[in-house]
């Protein structure tokens, strides 16, 4: 298993500021996954980002939006950028650990951000 | 068309009941199957995983897949206050796809006793 912690928990931002939003695992994961659940809608998943390469970003989501960094096999870090009222959501984190994909799937508690 | 189709419900069951969830889903590369529970103020936690079709039991939980018609269902059976959450049915095709879940929109769940 995987207990995972995200920094923030929550927090409340003015439109046009940055946020970074912190993930940590307590064991070494190769791949660690970032994802937006919005208010009544399922989670919808932004990047992957893998340790020493650059994140990749699903379809609607882009670097200069969402810069990810994954400066070691624990941790990784979300910035959404330039925010507007329309980032409001909460931001998860997970990671996959074990050798069979999809079922060991493990997600942090969320940071939930509102934009103002 | 979303890739993965689920009723928001919400649903309010007694104690006791039975409760049906469903998923449908479009992609017929999709081969990993699962369900998760979520809490309010938390984060997703893994109920259920499935692969390719068929049945899986776990207590009182039951998980069907159904790939000839894309069909995904969850069975509670003698439901519990405690069930109370949002259930969200994901799925994952496997292969480039590594780790990369589409979920359905959630159906929010209340037990009352």
């Known amino acids: 298993s995987a207990v995972i912690s995200q920094k923030p928990s929550r927090d409340i931002c003015q439109r046009g500021t940055s946020l970074t939003i912190q993930c940590q695992v307590d064991s070494q994961v190769t791949m660690m996954f970032w994802y937006r659940q919005q208010p009544g809608q399922s989670l919808t998943l932004i990047a992957t980002a893998n340790q020493g390469s650059e994140a990749t970003y699903e379809s609607g989501f882009v670097i200069d939006k969402f810069p990810i960094s994954r400066p070691n096999l624990t941790f990784s870090t979300l910035t959404v950028s330039n925010m507007s009222p329309e980032d409001s959501s909460i931001y998860l984190c997970s990671v996959e650990v074990g050798p069979r994909v999809g079922d060991t799937q493990y997600f942090g508690p969320g940071t939930r951000l509102t934009v103002l | 068309q979303k890739e993965v189709e689920q009723d928001p419900g919400p649903l309010s069951v007694p104690e006791g009941a039975i409760v049906s969830l469903n998923c449908t889903y479009s992609n017929s590369a999709f081969q990993y199957f699962m369900w998760y529970r979520q809490y309010s103020r938390k984060g997703p936690e893994l109920l259920m995983y499935?692969?390719?079709?068929g049945n899986k039991e776990d207590g009182r939980f039951t998980a069907q897949v159904d790939k000839s018609s894309k069909y995904i269902s969850l069975f509670i059976r003698d439901s519990q206050p405690s069930d109370s959450a949002t259930y969200l049915c994901?799925?994952?095709?496997?292969?480039?796809?590594?780790?990369?879940?589409?979920f359905g929109q959630g159906t929010i769940l209340t037990v009352h006793p």
């Open positions: 499935t692969y390719s079709s």
């Open positions: 994901a799925t994952y095709a496997g292969g480039t796809s590594y780790g990369k879940l589409t």
